[in-house]
């Protein structure tokens, strides 16, 4: 059986789709890809057992929809599966449907958050053969061709998988796998095409760089916001061993000469797990070899934490700030006290990391004032040097997360076509409107462009990668101003 992990090209004066792997999905008038790792496992663990696999991803090759549609129908996989999001589900269900035109033996499949979050809905909006949902689609795409292939012990459709038979919607009900992460085998890097996603991307200062993902997806998993809180939750967050990372880092830097890393757990684990991974690197070397990143919370970690990840080579630190407003962080379920958002910055800062903070602006329930405190406190660590960077967000409430179905119970929403969920525009009532949001999150990029910023950034050059990091990074921030442009 021939299998392609495909991402079909999305055309559109909007920019370019920022699709693989994103939590949240966006036009980027100034493109960057992320190495998708759960496809990129998929990929390598159906190679693993024998399948013949393509790997397809037409918008990081940057070919046209009709390059890659002739590139397909040669091709001819058996099965053809696609990751969706809510702003780009209905593209997929008409190239769906142009795929079961054009290739009517293949078996198209649907994966991601918004069919696990939706799955009938799909199933009944195209001819899509399967929608496989959850976050762990490696192990049940696995078990779905296993399935196809009508291998003696897989005779039962799939836990998680949908289909349609004689016009009724079926459910699989048995899993045949265990879940568990450290069985997986080591991604394939050539198979899934590395290179392509090892310049383009803004979190990587050092070149080539490229991803992992330690744990699925976050320790904390209850932000009712977060489009992954349908695929994996806290309650069921699973990693590798530290041992496992450490030996895929060992292979990132021998064989593939990757500069930066950037791991893409929604949150890296801490604790002693954390310990131990650190220390590992720090024994093994690879913190004179390799910088790493990765995402974390706020007040996850103490000074003397934040000290040893600087110690083993960490330098990029995403956590997500959100707001400034405690009622908010609460409705969120974020977890988090304001007291201790600008002591984890300062702490990490002072360890010699480069924080950058996520923001975003659009709640039904707050006020302009109170979206203005978030961005004035996030302007102001930013212009202080408390932060390296940041990233302003529109809220868009996902259907399959606990915050669509608040704004369904509120009748807040304002619309329920999926394109228009881009983030180009508030698709909720709110006092911060779709202008107001635009206009907040331009005043967060602008702020990299204030004097005293540009200045410390320049007396900081000591390489040329420094110098060119903060070349591609003014160009990412000119097209973060041109995508939050005011709607014509």
């Not at 780009?88 to 009517?104: A, F, Y």
């Not at 918004?114 to 490696?138: F, R």
């Not at 720090?282 to 934040?306: F, H, P, S, T």
Request: some cysteine; glycine content about 6%.
């Amino acid at each position: 059986m021939k299998i392609s992990i495909s991402y079909p090209p999305l055309e559109s004066d909007k920019g370019t789709a920022l699709l693989s792997q994103n939590r949240q999905f966006q036009w980027f008038n100034h493109p960057t890809y992320i190495y998708p790792m759960v496809p990129a496992s998929t990929a390598t663990l159906l190679q693993e057992n024998s399948y013949e696999v393509f790997w397809d991803d037409g918008i990081a090759e940057e070919i046209s929809y009709k390059q890659w549609l002739e590139r397909i129908k040669l091709e001819a996989p058996d099965m053809i599966i696609m990751e969706s999001k809510t702003p780009v589900i209905k593209r997929h269900w008409k190239i769906t449907d142009e795929l079961k035109s054009v290739l009517p033996n293949s078996i198209v499949v649907l994966i991601g958050d918004h069919v696990t979050g939706m799955p009938e809905e799909s199933i009944n909006a195209c001819k899509v053969d399967y929608v496989v949902t959850g976050g762990n689609y490696d192990f049940s795409l696995l078990e779905l061709a296993n399935y196809l292939a009508k291998k003696d012990d897989f005779k039962e459709l799939p836990f998680g998988i949908y289909t349609k038979v004689d016009d009724k919607i079926i459910q699989g009900k048995k899993s045949y796998l265990t879940r568990d992460l450290n069985l997986l085998p080591r991604v394939d890097r050539e198979l899934t095409k590395w290179k392509m996603y090892s310049e383009k991307n803004g979190n990587f200062k050092y070149l080539p760089g490229t991803y992992t993902m330690a744990g699925r997806d976050c320790w904390w998993g209850r932000c009712t916001f977060c489009s992954w809180t349908t695929l994996h939750s806290g309650t069921n967050f699973k990693t590798v061993t530290p041992t496992k990372l450490l030996d895929e880092v060992g292979e990132l830097i021998e064989k593939y000469g990757v500069k930066e890393i950037f791991d893409d757990s929604g949150c890296f684990p801490h604790g002693s797990w954390l310990k131990e991974f650190c220390d590992g690197m720090i024994e093994r070397g690879y913190n004179k070899k390799v910088i790493m990143g990765c995402n974390m919370r706020v007040g996850a970690l103490n000074q003397d934490e934040w000290n040893l990840m600087a110690k083993a080579n960490f330098r990029f630190i995403l956590i997500g700030l959100e707001s400034m407003n405690q009622s908010t962080l609460d409705r969120l379920d974020k977890g988090v006290q304001i007291k201790d958002i600008e002591p984890t910055m300062k702490m990490a800062q002072k360890a010699g990391l480069d924080p950058h903070i996520t923001t975003m602006v659009g709640y039904p329930w707050e006020t302009k004032a109170e979206a203005t405190e978030t961005i004035n406190f996030a302007k102001r660590l930013f212009v202080e040097g408390s932060i390296d960077s940041l990233q302003a967000t529109i809220v868009v409430p996902y259907p399959g997360t606990p915050m669509f179905k608040e704004a369904k119970e509120h009748g807040w929403l304002l619309t329920e076509d999926w394109d228009r969920y881009d983030m180009r525009e508030s698709v909720w009532k709110s006092e911060v409107g779709t202008e107001d949001v635009k206009v907040f999150s331009q005043e967060l990029y602008k702020a990299a462009l204030t004097p005293s910023f540009i200045f410390r950034k320049v007396i900081g050059i000591r390489s040329w990668d420094d110098f060119m990091f903060l070349f591609r990074t003014g160009l990412k921030v000119l097209g973060h101003l041109k995508d939050f442009g005011k709607s014509k």
